[in-house]
């Protein structure tokens, strides 16, 4: 297979990597002639791949995938313009930062037959596919609440790079803490179905020298789960990962950084069970690729399609929406 991976910050290095360490060569890049950081010089000097500055010249070397990893704001029109040139596409979450071009991106790549993935990496995590059995067994009886904690320092993410110049940090890339740390929402959809309404709190606390909002706190109601809060924020130090799902026969805790999730009965009784001792968070990121690939060459739906990148990008606009309107926002 050809690939081409558009992007080549942070995590279209990734994913360039571990394409080749999948097997394939054939893997080509479009960047920006911007100056170089360290870590992209060394991606160079290490992988050497075939460059493009130009994305249609890159297309028109008919590449089998495209990978969208791009600033947020781009995703649209390169998505579209992969899709329109025959490949099929995996994008970056989330895939864009407002909803303009999207249906008409879905409509497109149903006609063609082209997959689009969306990298919500998360649902290829062995404690969370864990974590949605129970939930879709039943283990903890009827739901009542749930509470997801996600905070992260910015200034940490890329110590070599000036945090404010990053896409995350940036509103006119399509930056801000609810759209770039939308895995929890995804989580949300993925775990309790599409909520039917939100209101929110989505500030920029000032601490950080950015324009784009920087702290969250959202609250939905699901079809499974009546309350559910989302808590963001690029702010926390040390970080924090997260979640306690609750019904009434139990709880479900998530931690992150500990590598464990918990099945907490309601006498009390724990069942504690641990990520494997080989696991390491690069294995989702393959995992995810590997996935991509199977859809492509089998005709099978993607773990994340269109429309689930869809509906997540709509629960965090809503959201935003709701914090600007101050009331409830229904999702349609």
Not at 81 to 100: D, Q, T
Not at 127 to 149: E, I, P, Q, Y
Request: glycine share 8%.
């Amino acid at each position: 297979m050809k690939f081409l991976v558009v992007g080549t910050g942070s995590i279209g290095r990734r994913h360039f990597g571990n394409l080749r360490a999948l097997g394939y060569r054939d893997i080509a890049v479009v960047r920006s002639k911007r100056r170089m950081d360290a870590p992209q010089r060394e991606f160079f000097r290490k992988y050497q791949p075939r460059v493009f500055y130009d994305l249609g010249a890159a297309l028109a070397e008919k590449p089998d995938a495209v990978f969208v990893c791009n600033p947020t704001s781009l995703h649209m029109p390169t998505a579209r313009r992969a899709i329109r040139a025959g490949s099929h596409v995996f994008i970056e979450k989330p895939v864009s930062h407002s909803r303009a071009g999207i249906d008409q991106l879905l409509r497109e790549a149903r006609k063609r037959r082209r997959i689009i993935y969306v990298g919500y990496h998360s649902r290829h995590h062995p404690l969370l596919k864990t974590a949605k059995r129970f939930l879709d067994s039943g283990k903890l009886g009827k739901l009542h609440s749930a509470r997801f904690v996600t905070g992260e320092y910015l200034p940490g993410w890329h110590p070599w790079e000036d945090h404010r110049r990053g896409y995350a940090a940036r509103r006119d890339l399509g930056g801000g803490v609810v759209l770039t740390q939308s895995h929890d929402l995804d989580l949300i959809y993925w775990f309790f179905g599409k909520p039917r309404s939100v209101t929110a709190v989505v500030r920029n606390s000032g601490t950080l020298g950015i324009d784009a909002d920087d702290i969250a706190a959202i609250t939905f109601s699901t079809p499974r789960c009546p309350v559910v809060v989302s808590y963001l924020d690029y702010l926390s130090r040390p970080p924090v990962k997260q979640f306690t799902i609750s019904g009434d026969r139990g709880h479900l805790e998530w931690r992150s950084y500990a590598n464990e999730l918990h099945l907490i009965a309601a006498n009390g009784k724990i069942r504690i069970m641990k990520t494997p001792r080989d696991f390491e968070r690069n294995d989702m990121y393959v995992a995810e690729a590997k996935d991509f690939i199977r859809c492509i060459r089998q005709g099978r739906r993607p773990a994340v399609d269109g429309e689930a990148g869809r509906t997540v990008l709509e629960m965090a606009i809503a959201a935003k929406e709701a914090s600007r309107r101050q009331r409830a926002v229904r999702l349609l």
